[in-house]
C-alpha cells in the first residue's frame, strides 16, 4: 500500500531565505510523485512531478524536488522564499497498485515573513 | 478553456436534505474525480471515473453517489446530508484514463456545511 507523510504541518521562513519542505512516501511500485501548490481559497496548481525520469525534476515558480530511492523522500526546495510562496504545499504518491489512486499528504503550510 | 468548474461555491444544508454538487470539465479528459479536503488531513478520494459510463469507489465513498453519463460531466450527490460532511470538496481531471503519471486539473472547490 502507498503512503505519504509530510514531516512537517508548519514552516515560517524570511523572504529571501531558502525553504524546504519535506516528504516522505512508501510504495510497493515504481511511484509517482507530485507537489501542489494551494493558495488560500484557491484550487490546486501542480508545481512539479517525478514520474521516473530524471531524479532531480525542476516546477514553476523556481521550486525543485529531488526524488531519493534510498532516502524515500521527496522534498521540496526553493532557493529563495518570495511573498507570494506564502500557500500550502501537498506531497502526492500515485502508483499501479489497487487501480489509480492517488494519496495526499497532509499539507504544510508555509509562512514567509517580510 | 474554461478548465475545471464547480458549482455551487458555498452551500449550507441541514442534516437529512440531500443535494448535487456539479463539476463539469472542458478538455475532453477522460479521467474525473472527486475529492474532499478536511483540516489536518489533506485531500482524500471519494469516487472516480475513468471515463464516460465507469466510476469507482475511492477511499470515503459512504454516503456519496457519482455518475458519469458524458466526459464533461461528474456529479457528486450527497443522499442524506450530515454534520461529518461538511467539507471542501474538490473536483479534479486529468487526460489519461487512470494513469498515474498524469496531472490532475483542479476545480476551484465547493464549501459545504451541514447543520
Known amino acids: 500500500a502507498q503512503s505519504v507523510t509530510q514531516l512537517d504541518s508548519h514552516v515560517s521562513v524570511s523572504e529571501g531565505t531558502p525553504v524546504l519542505l519535506r516528504c516522505n512516501y512508501s510504495?510497493?511500485?515504481?511511484?509517482?510523485l507530485f507537489w501542489y501548490v494551494q493558495h488560500p481559497n484557491k484550487g490546486l496548481q501542480l508545481l512539479l512531478k517525478?514520474?521516473?525520469?530524471?531524479?532531480l525534476v525542476k516546477g514553476i515558480n523556481g521550486f525543485e524536488a529531488e526524488f531519493k530511492k534510498s532516502e524515500t523522500s521527496f522534498h521540496l526546495t526553493k532557493p529563495s522564499a518570495h511573498m507570494s510562496d506564502a500557500a500550502e504545499y501537498f506531497c502526492?504518491?500515485?502508483?499501479?497498485?489497487?487501480?489509480?489512486?492517488?494519496?495526499f499528504g497532509a499539507g504544510t503550510r508555509l509562512f514567509v515573513k517580510a | 478553456n474554461a478548465g475545471v468548474t464547480q458549482t455551487p461555491k458555498f452551500q449550507v444544508l441541514k442534516t437529512g436534505q440531500s443535494m448535487t454538487l456539479q463539476c463539469a470539465q472542458d478538455m475532453n479528459h477522460e479521467y474525473m474525480s472527486w475529492y474532499r479536503q478536511d483540516p489536518g488531513m489533506g485531500l482524500r478520494l471519494i469516487h472516480y471515473s475513468v471515463g464516460a459510463g465507469i466510476t469507482d469507489q475511492g477511499e470515503v465513498p459512504n454516503g456519496y453517489n457519482v455518475s458519469r453519463s458524458t466526459t464533461e460531466d461528474f456529479p457528486l450527490r450527497l443522499l442524506s446530508a450530515a454534520p461529518s460532511q461538511t467539507s471542501v470538496y474538490f473536483c479534479?481531471?486529468?487526460?489519461?484514463?487512470?494513469?498515474?503519471?498524469?496531472?490532475?486539473?483542479f476545480g476551484p472547490g465547493t464549501r459545504l456545511t451541514v447543520l
Open positions: 510504495s510497493s511500485y515504481s511511484p509517482s
Open positions: 517525478y514520474t521516473s525520469a530524471a531524479t
Open positions: 502526492v504518491v500515485s502508483d499501479q497498485s489497487g487501480g489509480f489512486k492517488t494519496i
Open positions: 479534479a481531471s486529468s487526460y489519461g484514463s487512470g494513469m498515474n503519471t498524469d496531472t490532475q486539473y
